[in-house]
């Protein structure tokens, strides 16, 4: 029994040619003389064979292709995708080289270039007026400029008051023979023009410092110098005596001298 | 006409040294010589056409790109069908789920095996279906090594270099191949076998 288990082992190979001799022969004079074994062997003799029939399947199979056309077909394939291969490599070598890992901060640095060049670009332009105060590098109290103002307005009155005072002491103080002419001698109209556009220079600065006083008196000074300059001419000796006395009992000049004073302690 | 033997002065590995220099000619040629052989070894494992011509079409691809790794020494049918047989186990493995493999066309218990009328079972007009299915179930080198020496008709040998393994191995594996085999057809075929 052992004998048979070890024979039958050996029974594929020696159906498929596989045994050498001396195994065949010790194989075939077993089975001459166990009668189980021979039966077995038939059976699986049988097997084999049947096993054969799917030969005829793929035979089948076989004939339907085109053994002619396929080696072609498979060629073309081939050779085909092999270039295609080529262009993609040639790219993937390129992909390949861009995104290497050692070329990742190189990226990381430009995009956060860009990010942050796209975000000091978006903040300029949004606040031009910003980027201005920031380059005069002067900050200056808010208050600063409108005392500055003011204080220009000031000496600018008390430049208008004084000459307009020199020229009124001038004129009272002309011989009274000379007096008529006064107002038509080149320098007197000269100053009184000058005086005039002066006085339209300051006129809002008056108003907007609200220095009321000394509008009142200007307005004053100024229409009776637009009045001189214009109606001298026609006026007579005494009339002109007359608008002299006017002046002195009016205290005009002592009027300017007071407004003077004012404005010089800030106080209009 | 393609030829499908090498010229006596020009063996396989002229051919090959020429399909290394990439010779459309000589590739054309090697395709001619070796498709039907891949294709047996293909349809055998898949029993299905289309996939076997899928296999082949892939062999002669892989074999186009790796030729440079052949060795003049080496047998080339055989280095061609260890490319095949990897391919047909990959392609097995991505395409071939529980449920597709038994999938097939006809039930085996709804095949015409005619057991009691019939004297021979293997007269049965359904019998190649039944092996077919049965081969099916075998493992993975079993069945290969049962299809290289029943339909590709591999020596043990060139079995053992396809696939990597000592001839003891397939000699063994090719018992247990038939013995389950039997053991598989057997319910369809009467309990004799």
């Known amino acids: 029994m052992t004998e048979c288990k070890k024979f039958k082992k050996d029974f594929v190979a020696l159906l498929s040619q596989e045994l050498d001799e001396e195994k065949t022969k010790l194989l075939q004079s077993h089975l001459d003389r166990c009668p189980d074994c021979k039966r077995e062997m038939a059976q699986l003799e049988k097997f084999m064979k049947g096993a054969e029939s799917l030969k005829m399947d793929i035979e089948q199979a076989m004939e339907t292709v085109d053994w002619e056309e396929l080696p072609r077909k498979i060629t073309e394939n081939v050779f085909k995708q092999e270039v295609s291969a080529l262009k993609e490599s040639w790219l993937g070598r390129l992909s390949r080289f861009l995104f290497q890992p050692r070329l990742r901060p190189v990226y990381a640095g430009l995009l956060l270039g860009v990010l942050l060049g796209s975000l000091a670009t978006y903040l300029i332009l949004r606040a031009p007026q910003l980027k201005e105060a920031r380059s005069t590098k002067i900050s200056v109290p808010s208050n600063f400029l409108e005392s500055m103002e003011l204080e220009m307005a000031r000496r600018e009155t008390l430049d208008y008051l004084e000459r307009s005072q020199y020229l009124l002491l001038d004129f009272i103080q002309s011989p009274s023979e000379k007096s008529a002419e006064f107002w038509q001698s080149e320098f007197a109209s000269q100053k009184a023009r000058d005086l005039l556009a002066k006085k339209k220079y300051i006129n809002p600065q008056l108003d907007k410092y609200q220095m009321a006083k000394a509008k009142i008196i200007c307005d004053q000074i100024e229409l009776l110098f637009y009045e001189l300059s214009q109606i001298s001419v026609k006026l007579s000796a005494g009339e002109i005596k007359k608008i002299q006395k006017f002046i002195e009992e009016k205290q005009i000049l002592m009027k300017i001298d007071l407004l003077k004073k004012e404005l010089g302690k800030s106080e209009v | ?193």
């Open chain 2, 1 to 193: 006409m393609i030829k499908e033997r090498p010229d006596e002065n020009e063996d396989i590995h002229t051919l090959i040294e020429r399909v290394k220099k990439r010779d459309r000619e000589a590739f054309m040629t090697v395709t001619a010589l070796y498709q039907k052989k891949v294709f047996l070894l293909a349809f055998s494992f898949f029993h299905n056409r289309e996939d076997a011509l899928d296999i082949v079409q892939e062999t002669f691809l892989r074999l186009y790109q790796k030729v440079h790794l052949f060795r003049k020494g080496q047998n080339f049918q055989n280095w061609l069908l260890q490319i095949a047989k990897n391919l047909c186990i990959d392609y097995h493995r991505k395409n071939y789920s529980k449920s597709k493999e038994y999938n097939r066309e006809k039930p085996i218990e709804e095949m015409n095996l005619a057991l009691s009328d019939e004297k021979d079972p293997y007269l049965s007009s359904d019998l190649k279906g039944i092996f077919s299915e049965c081969v099916k179930k075998l493992a993975t080198k079993q069945r290969l090594i049962f299809v290289m020496k029943h339909y590709n008709q591999l020596e043990y040998q060139e079995i053992a270099q396809i696939l990597g393994i000592a001839l003891g191995t397939v000699k063994s594996l090719h018992f247990k191949a038939v013995q389950n085999m039997r053991g598989l057809v057997a319910p369809y075929l009467g309990r004799q076998l």
